[in-house]
């Protein structure tokens, strides 16, 4: 009886040493990648910046100086105690904490990976252990395939319109058709079958006949994206590099390798809170997105062609009056106009493009008007790209802001 409790135990633990061995190297790459966002956005956490803090309520207090720096450096202390300990919940409680008091101190730091990051590193970092394992780590594996899978399908839905097809995806493609002229009108194309293409592999992972060919779509797709983007290509964006490569990673770490799973494992859990939140955060309130109800950032519509864009114009006087560290991101565009781009400022600034909302624009317009001298010479231009109920192109004065 002894011997067969023994064996019983040794076979659990024998089962349980690889599920724990991958959801190591998951956290791990999380860890890494994001301490290496971190790394490239100095400015987003503790500046200097001039582009404006965007905070969740007005009455919080901005997070700056000595208290950015200690933040942001104990950010980087608890990633690393919560590689070396082994049941690191206490550094990744503490990491999740600071994070989400600096992104309640700013709506630009909800970038799309410090999103799916913080997520992820919950769900793997806090999750289930001791009694529950293997079970529980399994259980921990299907909520970060959940992230994953749901982040392609909805980032695939969020690309079916024309503004992608036609627009940023021949942006995209840019440095091949520059050097193969010839292979313009083919890769427009292609294009218009990118979305869908998208969803299927996406869906396709949930599948097991599928899996396989699914998950070499999804890596390939990373590799495109990190050879249109990188030093070689666009040289464009580049915190969304080590993003795409850690999306690469986790599909390998989730899906390969001989894990008997099904799209039921991942979708169905009423048991597991985790779970709920997991669903509401990456399939419901996405899917709300498609009408203007839930932000963009949040939904995987990064380059998706479905944003909310914004243009800040002044005229000479207002451009004359506008704070020194702004003036040089103005470009004077024709007779008394000038033009502010909000892209170009949050990313030269804060190596980030900036949180794409209609309130997001309002405020930081609205704080600029407040060092004019004469507050009528700027007009904020917003244009509310969507699925459904997308908006045409609104202009908001000083007084409106």
């Given at each position: ?308 864009e914004a243009q800040i114009y002044l005229s000479d006087l207002g451009a004359a009056s506008t704070p020194g560290h702004v003036r040089p991101y103005l470009v004077h565009t024709s007779e008394n106009t000038n033009v502010l781009n909000l892209q170009r400022w949050a990313i030269e600034d804060l190596n980030v493009t ?45 007084s409106q802001l």
């Amino acid at each position: 009886m002894g011997r067969q409790g023994r064996w019983k135990r040794g076979n659990a633990e024998d089962d349980a040493a690889p599920l724990r061995q991958r959801l190591f190297l998951l956290r791990l790459t999380i860890l890494v990648a994001f301490c290496i966002g971190l790394v490239m956005s100095p400015g987003l956490w503790v500046g200097p910046r001039s582009y404006p803090q965007v905070p969740v309520w007005s009455l919080l207090p901005p997070i700056e100086g000595a208290v950015a720096l200690a933040l942001y450096g104990a950010l980087f202390v608890l990633a690393g105690l919560a590689v070396i300990i082994p049941r690191p919940r206490w550094p990744i409680a503490g990491f999740l904490v600071i994070m989400i008091a600096f992104c309640l101190a700013d709506q630009t730091r909800w970038q799309p990976w410090v999103f799916q990051y913080s997520f992820l590193l919950m769900v793997v970092g806090l999750g289930r252990g001791g009694s529950a394992a293997p079970a529980g780590d399994l259980q921990t594996l299907n909520l970060a395939r959940l992230v994953i899978v749901f982040t392609y399908v909805f980032s695939g839905l969020q690309k079916i319109n024309l503004n992608f097809m036609e627009h940023e995806f021949s942006w995209i493609i840019t440095p091949i058709t520059s050097l193969l002229p010839a292979t313009t009108t083919p890769l427009d194309a292609l294009g218009f079958l990118v979305p869908f293409i998208q969803v299927t592999f996406g869906v396709g992972l949930l599948t097991r006949r599928f899996r396989r060919a699914s998950l070499a779509a999804a890596v390939g797709m990373h590799v495109f994206i990190l050879a249109m983007f990188g030093p070689l290509g666009l040289n464009w964006n580049d915190i969304v590099w080590p993003w795409t490569a850690a999306m690469a990673v986790f599909d390998v770490l989730l899906f390969s390798g001989n894990d008997d799973f099904t799209w039921r494992d991942i979708v169905w859990n009423v048991r597991d809170f985790r779970h709920g939140a997991a669903v509401v955060l990456f399939v419901v309130l996405p899917a709300l997105s498609f009408f203007n109800l839930w932000d963009s950032y949040l939904s995987s519509a990064l380059y998706s062609g479905n944003l909310t864009e914004a243009q800040i114009y002044l005229s000479d006087l207002g451009a004359a009056s506008t704070p020194g560290h702004v003036r040089p991101y103005l470009v004077h565009t024709s007779e008394n106009t000038n033009v502010l781009n909000l892209q170009r400022w949050a990313i030269e600034d804060l190596n980030v493009t900036p949180y794409a909302e209609t309130r997001v624009f309002k405020t930081i317009a609205g704080d600029l008007c407040h060092a004019l001298s004469d507050r009528s010479q700027l007009v904020l231009v917003v244009k509310e790209q969507r699925l459904f109920f997308s908006r045409p192109e609104i202009g908001f004065r000083c007084s409106q802001l």
